[in-house]
Each structure stands twice: as C-alpha cells, then as structure tokens.
C-alpha cells in the first residue's frame, strides 16, 4: 500500500511530538546541517535563539517554522540519534531570470512594479513570494486606475536548478473619476466635502494630476479625512459606511461616499475636578479661566487637544509636577459637558545625561546650544518638543529625532539627540522683472560653514538700473547663550535716469541680538558707508547741488516680539517691533531714522488665512542740511503694489525725490485656486493702502493724497524655481504717480 505525503507528515509530527514528552536535551555545536547549497550553515543556526546553549525538542519545533517561513526551503525535515539532530533541507532553487511582459510602452509601470516586488534575479524563489508577489502588481495596477487589467505568471524550471520567473501582464483601459456624490444626511455642503478628500473628479489636467484616478487605499484615507472634518465641525456622532467606486463606461467611474452626519453639538458646560495639591489658586484660575472659553462653542477636538496642549506646556515651564485629562458626558442629543480632570504626578522627573549622535561634520555644541533643556533639569515634554522644532529650523540635517531612554532604578531619564546631517551649500540663481527694470542674480550659501552653525553668503544683482554686491557672515549663536553676531559688506551702484543722477555706495555694518525677554530680541549695530552721488546733465539744479561724497557712522537698534505659532507660513499669531538710527558721529549729514512695524495672522478657514501688516517710518536731519538722496524714504513694492517704485511722492520737477514720512498697511488672504496642492501654488487678494511726504528739497509737489490698490497675487515653485506675479488695479492716487498694474518675479535653486 502506497502511503500518501499527507500522512507521511502527519506520522512525523506525531513522533516528533512524543519525542518531545521525553526532552531529550542536545547542544547546539550537535546539530548537522545537511542538503543546504546556497546558505551557509551559519545563516541556518541563526533562526536558532542564540543565547541558548542547550536546547530541548520543543526548540527544535520552533526552529522548524522559523526555517519555512523564510521561504528558502521548500522541505524541513529533523532526524534525532541519541543527543545528535540532524536537519535535512531542500532549498528553493534560485531565479536567474525575472522578466516583467505586457509593458513595454510603460516604462513608468515597469520600474514601479520591480520596485515593489519581493522576487529578484539571483535570489532564492518561492510559490508563497510569487503569489505574494502577484497580488501585489495587480494592486498596483488598480491604484493607478487600470482596474480590468490581468495579471498572469509562469515558472520555467531550468537544467542548471534554476527557475525563470515570467509576469504576463494585460494593460487594460486607464479609469477616471467622473463625478463624485456624498449621499445620505450629510448637513456640509458638497463643495466642502470634495475640498477635503484627496480624490478628485476628472479635469483637463489629467494627464500630470493622479487626484483623478480611483483606488481603494484613496476612498479609504479620504473616508478617514471626511470623518475628520465632521468631528472638526462639530458632528461627534459621525457614520460615513463605506466609499464606492461605481464603473460607468470603459473609462470612468463615479465614486461614492455614504454619510449620516448626525446632529451638531457643542460645549455646554465645562467642569474642573482637581485632586493636584501641587497646583496653586493662582495657576487653577488661570485653567478655569482658559477651559470657559470653549464653552458654547461647536464641538471640536481640536480645542480639546489645544487647551490639553497649553496646560500641559504650561505645567511643564512653571515646574507644576501635575496632569490633566478629560472626559465628555453626553447632556441632551446635541449638547455635552467636558470634565477636566487634573491630578499630581507621583514623582518628578530629571534629565539625566544628553548624548549627540550622528554630528559627524556639525560641532555638538551647536547642537546642545539649541536645546531648551541640559542635564539636571526637570524633565519637561515642552522643551523636548520645542528642541525639536529648533534643531529642525537649522535646516543642518535630514533626520532629528530626540530618543527617551528611562534611567535603571530612577523615574529620571536620558535624551538621546539623534541626527542624520544633510548637505548645507546653496547655489541660487533668479531673474525677475518690476518697476526697477530687468534683474538678474546669483548667490553663494553656506548655512553651516565649518560646522559652527554659521552661515556664510555671497550675492551679486546685475540689472538695468542697478548692481549690487554683498558677503555677509551670520554667527546664530557665537556666546553660546543665543546671542548672534551679523557682518556685512556691501557695493551698490543705481542710476536713475528719470532723476537725472547716479549713486554709488560702499559700506559694512555689524550688529548684535539677544533675547531678553521670552519671544522678544534686541538688535543693535554700527553701519559706516561712503556714498557717492554723480548727476546727469539732465539733472535739476537742485540735484546738481546735491552731487559729492557723503561719509555716515550710524548707530541702530530695532526690539521685535514675535509671537507667531511658526517662523514659515504662520496661520496665527503676531509680530511686532519699533526702531531707530542715529547718524551723528564723524557722519556729513547727521540724522536719525524711526520705525513701527507688526503683522497679524488668523486662520479663517481651511484655506483661507488672513494677513494684516502695518509700517511707518520717518527720517530727519539733524541739521540745516537735508537728507541725502540715498537715505530718503521711498515706498517698496511689497508695500504699495499698483503704483512705480519712485513714481510716489513729493516731486521736483519730473524727479521723484522720495520722503521724510511714510506709512503702510496691506491686508491680504489667502484664497484656493482650483490646482492640486502638490504643485506647490498659492494664491492671494490683497488691499494697500499707503503714503509718503514731507521733504527737505523745495519740492514743487508734496501730495497729502492717501495712495490704495487692491488686486491678486500668484505664486508657483515651479521646477525653474519660484515664481510670482501680482497683478494690482489703484484705487485712489495722485495725477501725478506713476502706475504699473502688472509685476513678475522668478528665481530658483539648483
């Protein structure tokens, strides 16, 4: 009787299983390897615990299933003789070919498709990776919209012991995302539905944009950001079943998203249960005071989470060894109560030791100079977060993580700073074209110049009414407490034809800072310049008057609080600050300069952030001579859009001569264009509204006239590098300014 393979395995495992009730005891130097080719016995007795030097039958069985589930042997077979084991192995053979059919037009599927593969030329070959392997194409296929295609494969055994692996692929027609429906009570409007989800309906940019193509891994992350925004708007109770991708015709399909929005709450009332002793009259004031602003308000997670976050920060940065936790009970069918719970930790914790890794080129006391924390302080979750974003803001690696390691016998803890450093040179190059004429320019940058975290750059502008040349040397940190230190020297050369002169500069400054207070650092510097201003024949008298060297030693100093929750981009928050320059000291004509300026930001919607800055500045000599021609006030183009840049004014003639006195305020948000969010596009509106007067000169002109415009602006990292366009209509001015609606920029980094 011819016994079958199945019952054969059967037998053995059972006379493996009696073996094991006796335990036989072996060493692992006992075991013999054999049958194995192309894996050393090594690698074999790896898959065997390693820190075990007498090992029992029970051992034997898992090492079993650790050999198959490599996927190397296609048998696994033990022999026990006394206190030796024998393991007799059949490998898989290996691939020597792998060849991918059906997409030879479609490099792009191809190269993506071997990516994701586990089988590989000269690699060992198994049915459990070939099916694995099989899926994972059609997979593939599916998520790019090729939903009908087929996915065959063959194996060719070779003579040599091989296998030729063969992947048959049938490409069929490419689907498309017609229309998207949000069906069921869904209370949000379906245009704010379709802002949300990563999929889109199918446009003319097809062709660059997958947005449109369908997946199911697509409809799951967009079922998961719907849910998201429900909860955001205050609908707790949420269902969103499922996300379907109905086939319309051979190339679309039409996807849809059921939703039971359920009712709207929000925060009726709020409750503070405190069991912290640590926690003072004065700090729980302040929490009850912070947790009554969300009351009558939607609910929202993200407040939760918001107030949670400020405490927790706010615990950790006035030593307050406490937390606190929440709870929602529902009160009605629309309505809950939020129960703050706040309790004493059981003990304080210490920063033990700090360990830098990975700082191969940049000095670990940069590093350590960025931390908000060093050894023996208390720990605080605060600082760790807020190091963080400071050693990211360096720009000096790839990677930063700050790694918690407990302390053995201690609630203490080491920190370990791990970073994976990244190239820190900078080669830029840009074009633009506005008011000043044609520019052109280049620059040199090292942000980490010999690993001190200094940044060195060197920049030339070549244009059609000016030249600028400039090196400048910034040390972030050069007192290791994080006070910086900023030189320059600089060349420039503008000639105003309409003005009838040309001026030449020459100079260097060097200036300090430090933060003196939380958020709020002090500049203060020297700057010395020699300028030289040369007039035209078609110059007025009054210019010609003017023409000579000018030597100025100014003193200044500018204090700014920034309180914006980031430095890039901010969606809330505030600047502000105010300065002044002092030009007396061994300078030709002495004056003194004075500036305000802020800004604000607030998000007011998911795409709409809201922009509001001012500046007003004034200069006046300190003498009987007026200001030289370099140092007068002139309005930018950021500033007043719309309008020349030194075509407003007080004026002499046709010669705008700028101001003693200026003032602006810009008012802009932000606003969706219609363009995929990875083509890295922004669009904006925005409102000037702006002045400058007063002169020294016997101006013929000194308009009071209050300048505004409004308009749109465009920006797109383009791959040629950034670029900008605005486009501005004025909307009161003088007779006599100069207007230019339309201003282009490009530069890039390569």
């Known amino acids: 009787m011819k016994l079958d393979r199945k019952f054969l395995t059967t037998l053995f495992f059972c006379l493996f299983y009696l073996t094991s009730v006796f335990a036989i005891d072996f060493k692992k130097s006992d075991i013999k390897i054999i049958g194995n080719k192309s894996i050393s016995k090594e690698t074999i007795l790896n898959y065997i615990d390693s820190k075990k030097d007498i090992l029992s039958t029970e051992d034997l069985n898992s090492f079993q299933k650790k050999l198959f589930e490599t996927s190397f042997f296609s048998k696994v077979e033990f022999k026990l003789s006394g206190n030796e084991v024998s393991i007799y192995l059949t490998e898989n053979p290996l691939i020597e070919f792998l060849f991918i059919q059906g997409l030879e037009k479609r490099d792009d599927l191809k190269k993506a498709i071997e990516n994701i593969i586990s089988l590989k030329e000269n690699n060992i070959f198994s049915e459990t990776l070939l099916n694995n392997d099989s899926k994972a194409i059609y997979k593939l296929l599916s998520d790019v919209g090729y939903f009908k295609s087929l996915v065959d494969y063959k194996v060719n055994k070779l003579s040599n012991g091989r296998v030729n692996i063969f992947f048959d692929i049938l490409l069929n027609q490419q689907f498309f995302v017609k229309n998207i429906f949000f069906v069921g009570d869904k209370k949000i409007s379906t245009s704010a539905l379709k802002s949300v989800i990563a999929t889109k309906e199918s446009s003319w940019l097809d062709f660059i944009n997958s947005s449109a193509v369908p997946s199911v891994d697509k409809i799951n992350y967009d079922i998961s950001s719907l849910k998201t925004f429900y909860l955001k708007n205050g609908y707790y109770d949420v269902q969103i079943a499922n996300g379907s991708i109905d086939l319309i015709d051979e190339n679309y399909v039409n996807v849809i998203f059921a939703i039971n929005a359920g009712n709207k709450y929000v925060f009726a009332k709020s409750t503070i249960n405190n069991k912290a002793i640590s926690l003072k009259d004065k700090d729980l004031l302040l929490v009850s005071k912070k947790i009554k602003t969300i009351e009558k308000e939607d609910y929202n997670p993200d407040k939760i989470n918001t107030l949670l976050k400020f405490f927790t920060d706010y615990f950790d940065d006035n030593a307050i060894a406490a937390n606190i936790d929440y709870t929602l009970n529902k009160k009605s069918i629309d309505t809950f109560e939020i129960i703050f719970e706040i309790s004493d930790t059981i003990e304080k914790r210490f920063v033990n030791n700090i360990k830098v890794k990975g700082n191969d080129i940049t000095e670990e006391t940069v590093i350590r100079n960025k931390l908000y924390f060093s050894e023996g302080d208390l720990f605080s979750q605060s600082n760790i977060a807020k190091s963080l974003d400071a050693l990211k803001a360096l720009n000096f690696f790839k990677k930063v993580n700050l790694e918690l390691e407990d302390v053995k016998n201690s609630s203490n803890v080491n920190v370990n700073v791990l970073v994976e450093e990244q190239p820190t040179g900078e080669v830029s190059a840009g074009a633009g074209y506005g008011s000043e004429g044609a520019v052109i320019n280049f620059s040199l940058n090292e942000k980490n ?302």
């Open 449 to 750: 110049f010999l690993g001190k975290g200094m940044s060195v750059k060197s920049s030339m502008l070549l244009g059609t009414q000016k030249v600028l040349g400039n090196v400048s040397l910034i040390n972030p940190d050069f007192t290791d407490n994080g006070n910086s230190l900023k030189g320059s020297f600089f060349v420039s050369k503008y000639t105003y034809d309409n003005a009838g002169y040309e001026n030449k500069v020459i100079g260097s400054d060097i200036s300090t800072s430090y933060e003196a207070l939380k958020n709020v650092r002090i500049e203060s510097g020297l700057a010395i310049d020699l300028d030289t201003i040369k007039s035209q024949e078609s110059a007025s008298t009054s210019i010609k008057s003017r023409e000579g060297d000018y030597l100025t030693t100014k003193l200044f100093y500018n204090v700014f609080n920034d309180r914006r929750n980031r430095k890039f981009e901010p969606t809330s928050g505030y600047t502000a600050g105010f300065g002044q320059g002092f030009a007396t000291l061994a300078s030709d004509i002495p004056y003194v300069t004075n500036s305000l300026f802020g800004s604000a930001y607030k998000q007011l919607g998911d795409e709409f952030v809201g922009t509001a800055k001012f500046k007003i500045k004034s200069i006046n000599s300190l003498n009987d001579k007026d200001v030289k021609l370099s140092d007068r006030i002139f309005l930018s183009d950021s500033e007043l859009r719309g309008f020349v840049y030194r075509g407003v004014g007080p004026k002499l003639s046709n010669e705008y001569v700028g101001g003693n006195y200026s003032y602006s305020t810009n008012f802009s948000t932000t606003v969706p264009n219609g363009l995929p969010d990875s083509w890295g596009t922004k669009s904006n509106i925005f409102l000037d509204v702006a002045n400058i007067w007063g002169s020294d000169f016997p101006v013929d002109s000194d308009s009071n006239t209050i300048r505004s415009s409004a308009g749109v602006g465009f920006q797109w990292v383009s791959p040629m590098g950034p670029i900008s366009f605005t486009y501005a209509e004025p909307i009161s001015k003088h007779s006599t300014d100069g207007v230019e609606n339309f201003n282009f920029k490009l530069g890039g980094i390569f």
